[in-house]
């Protein structure tokens, strides 16, 4: 059945805000922390788990692999939902505030990239080993 | 005409959907046959989609782009939060675990260092233009960090709106800029596997941008990068109102 697996994509997205809901009140921060990524990380968990192979398998995951294929349009409507004008009305201190912003991060990608990769292979064994 | 409102605004997602999807269509058309290919189908999409969004705003002077147009109101819950964060989460579905550990602490390190430094610039900027206010420094640093970080900061160290909104458009300058750019820059900094792709979302941050950005450069890199960028955020909101203000108000 089509539904489980759009139930079961539901339950980890529901899961996932209430718990950064929580982190957030925990924090004292006004924001979900980090509530999409954990829904994100128990859907990796049933989808790489026995247990939830009904709900993962045949048209069950079909359901999952349906809203997954329909990301880039989701994605191209958010992008007509932008308060592009606002951006553009923020004049040349929030123009350069956020070009900079971007550049350095950019800028930053490669080098961070390289800590990772360097005791990757290390890891991977301690993984293993686990 | 009153009658195709009516029809029009009664089924507004489902508008959505094929007014999403024929300006899908034409971009693939033109990335295949103006480009070759050159450019992805969906990054042109997106680029339609920002475009439209400014004369859309600019027409009705609201803030949510196209979908303050009436026939067009359903782009608003289709592209809206709940949507958006659905399909990013579908995008983990056969993601393997030993991909996320590889890049774990990587992935970590790259939210924190991405919060702060485009803090900083965002800071540093704001006093080059002659603000000698730790609160309002600080607001706009915050908003460079995130359209979300900026007011949440902001009205918690009691900054004025002007500032405020300043601080959401250099936020949404941020977040345009990487739906935009990441796609050009990909090849030059590496972004072609999941553990850079980690590293990308935690130092971007903006989960819209990270997330049209990185679908117009490879979609297989997306929920990689959509895990760590959900996360900066409230990294931001945490960092920006405590630690980041006292550090500015302790020089100014």
Redesign the interface.
């Known amino acids: 059945m089509i539904v489980y697996g759009v139930a079961l ?2 339950a ?2 529901i899961l ?2 209430l718990i ?1 809901e929580a ?2 009140v925990a ?1 004292n ?9 954990i ?3 128990f ?3 049933a ?2 788990s026995e247990k939830f192979k009904s709900l ?1 398998e045949g048209a069950a ?1 079909s359901g ?2 349906f ?2 294929a ?33 550049v ?7 080098v ?2 390289k ?3 360097g005791p ?1 292979t290390e ?2 064994e301690e ?1 293993g080993a686990v | 005409m009153e009658l195709i409102e009516t029809v029009f605004v009664r089924n507004n997602l489902i508008v959505a959907f094929a007014v999403v999807g024929v300006t899908i269509w034409i971009s693939y058309l033109v990335a295949d046959k103006l480009t070759h290919g050159r450019i992805h189908g969906s990054a042109i999409a997106i680029a339609l989609g920002l475009v439209a969004a400014y004369f859309g705003g600019v027409a009705t002077g609201g803030n949510t782009g196209v979908a303050d147009i009436a026939l067009l109101g359903g782009i608003g819950l289709m592209g809206g939060g709940m949507m958006r964060d659905f399909a990013i989460v579908a995008t983990a579905f056969g993601v393997h675990l030993s991909e996320l550990k590889k890049a774990g602490v990587a992935g970590v390190i790259s939210i924190f260092a991405g919060v702060i430094v485009s803090f900083i610039v965002g800071a540093v900027i704001a006093i080059l233009f002659g603000y000698t206010d730790a609160a309002e420094i600080t607001t706009i640093g915050a908003g460079a960090v995130t359209y979300i970080v900026g007011p949440v900061t902001g009205e918690a160290i009691g900054a004025s709106d002007a500032v405020i909104t300043l601080s959401v458009a250099a936020g949404l300058v941020k977040s345009i800029l990487v739906m935009i750019g990441t796609p050009l820059v990909a090849r030059y900094i590496g972004l072609n596997n999941p553990q850079s792709a980690m590293v990308f979302g935690g130092l971007m941050g903006t989960t819209s941008g990270v997330a049209a950005g990185l679908a117009a450069t490879d979609p297989k890199l997306v929920p990689y990068g959509a895990m760590t960028a959900t996360f900066y955020t409230g990294v931001g909101c945490l960092l920006g109102p405590s630690i980041l203000f006292f550090i500015v108000s302790g020089i100014y």
């Open positions: 994509l539901s980890c997205l996932g805000m950064g982190l957030g924090l921060v006004e924001a979900n922390v980090g509530g999409v990524g829904a994100m990380l859907l990796v968990f989808s790489n993962t995951g999952i692999n809203w997954s329909m990301y880039i349009p989701i994605v191209v409507a958010m992008a007509a939902r932008q308060n592009v004008a606002a951006a553009v009305d923020g004049g040349m201190l929030a123009l350069l505030a956020g070009v900079a912003a971007v350095v991060s950019f800028a930053l990608v490669p961070l990239s800590i990772g990769s990757s890891e991977s993984q």
